[in-house]
C-alpha cells in the first residue's frame, strides 16, 4: 500500500469515526447489553446469577407473554392498515393543492409532533365513561378503556390519529417526486381519475409505502406509551402489548433477565417481519423514474 493510499484511508476512517461511535455506542452496545443480561436472573439489587436460557425457556412457555404477542400482532393490524390508507388520502387530498391546505397540513401533523404519552392522558379523559367529552356528545355511557371488547380498538384508534400526520407528508413527498407527464399521458389515452391513480400513482409510491409500512409496523410492536397513559394493559390484560409486558417484567416485577429475553424476542420477531416486507417490496419496487 502506497503513503497516499494510507493517508486516504486513514482520513477515511477520521472522517467515519463520529459515527461509528455513535452506532456503537447507542446501537450495537446496548443490544449487546441486553443480549448478556438475558442469560441472567437478576432483579437490580441482589447479584446476579448465570441462568444460561432458563429466561427464553420460561417466557416461551408463559401463557402471559404468548398473549402480550397476540394482542400486539392485533393491535398491529388494526393500525397499519389504517394509517396508511387514511395518511394515503390525506396526502392525495393535500396535493391537490386546495385552498388552505397549509394550515390543513400543519393541523395533521401536530399530534405526531406531541408527547404521546401526554395525548395518551388527555384521551383517557376524553374517553372517560362519566364525565368525558366524547359520552357527553353521544348522549349515552360507553366504557371504551375498560371493556374487554372496546379497549384496544380504543388504544389502536388514538394511535392512528397520532400517526396519520406523519405518514401523510411522506406519501405528500412521493407524490411531488412523480413526474406529472405520466398521468397527463395517461389522461390523454382515455384514463380516469382512478385509473391514474391505481396503474401509475399507486406503483410509483412503492418506495414510499415500503418506508412507511417498515417504520410504521416497527413503532406499532413497540408501542408503550399510549398504552401506559390510557390502560396500563388493562382490562385483564387485553391491552398488554409486549412492550408493555417487558415494562411490566422489569421495573414492577424486577426480573431484569426475563424481561432482556422479552427485548430479544421481539427484536428478533421485527427483525423477521422487516425481512419479509423487503422481499416483498423488492422486485415490486422501482426507483427509477426519468
Do not use: C, K
Request: hydrophobic share 55%.
Amino acid at each position: 500500500m502506497t503513503a497516499t493510499r494510507r493517508r486516504d484511508t486513514a482520513a477515511g476512517w477520521a472522517f467515519l469515526a463520529p459515527s461509528l461511535v455513535g452506532v456503537g455506542g447507542f446501537l450495537l452496545l446496548p443490544v449487546v447489553v441486553v443480549l448478556g443480561i438475558s442469560l441472567f436472573r437478576w432483579d437490580l439489587v441482589s447479584p446476579a446469577h448465570w441462568a444460561g436460557l432458563d429466561n427464553y425457556l420460561s417466557i416461551l412457555t408463559d401463557p402471559a407473554f404468548g398473549r402480550s404477542l397476540a394482542v400486539t400482532a392485533f393491535f398491529v393490524l388494526l393500525v397499519i392498515p389504517a394509517q396508511t390508507a387514511l395518511g394515503l388520502a390525506a396526502a392525495v387530498l393535500l396535493d391537490q393543492r386546495l385552498p388552505g391546505s397549509t394550515v390543513f397540513r400543519a393541523i395533521l401533523v401536530l399530534p405526531w409532533i406531541s408527547a404521546p404519552l401526554a395525548l395518551g392522558v388527555v384521551w383517557r379523559w376524553l374517553l372517560d365513561p362519566s364525565d368525558g367529552a366524547v359520552n357527553q356528545l353521544l348522549g349515552h355511557r360507553v366504557e371504551w378503556l375498560t371493556s374487554p371488547v372496546l379497549a384496544l380498538p380504543s388504544v389502536a384508534a388514538v394511535t392512528v390519529w397520532t400517526n396519520v400526520g406523519y405518514v401523510a407528508l411522506f406519501f405528500l413527498a412521493g407524490l411531488a417526486g412523480i413526474p406529472p407527464q405520466y398521468a397527463e399521458a395517461a389522461r390523454i389515452d382515455g384514463a380516469g381519475p382512478w385509473q391514474r391513480f391505481r396503474r401509475i400513482t399507486l406503483p410509483l409510491l412503492r418506495p414510499t409505502m415500503f418506508f412507511v409500512l417498515v417504520t410504521g409496523v416497527i413503532s406499532s410492536f413497540q408501542v408503550f406509551d399510549t398504552v401506559y397513559a390510557m390502560t396500563q394493559g388493562g382490562p385483564a390484560g387485553r391491552t398488554e402489548v409486549v412492550a408493555y409486558a417487558i415494562y411490566r417484567e422489569a421495573f414492577v416485577d424486577f426480573r431484569m433477565g426475563r424481561a432482556a429475553a422479552m427485548s430479544v424476542v421481539l427484536f428478533l420477531l421485527l427483525i423477521t417481519v422487516t425481512v419479509a416486507q423487503q422481499s416483498y417490496f423488492r422486485r415490486r419496487t422501482t426507483y427509477e423514474m426519468g
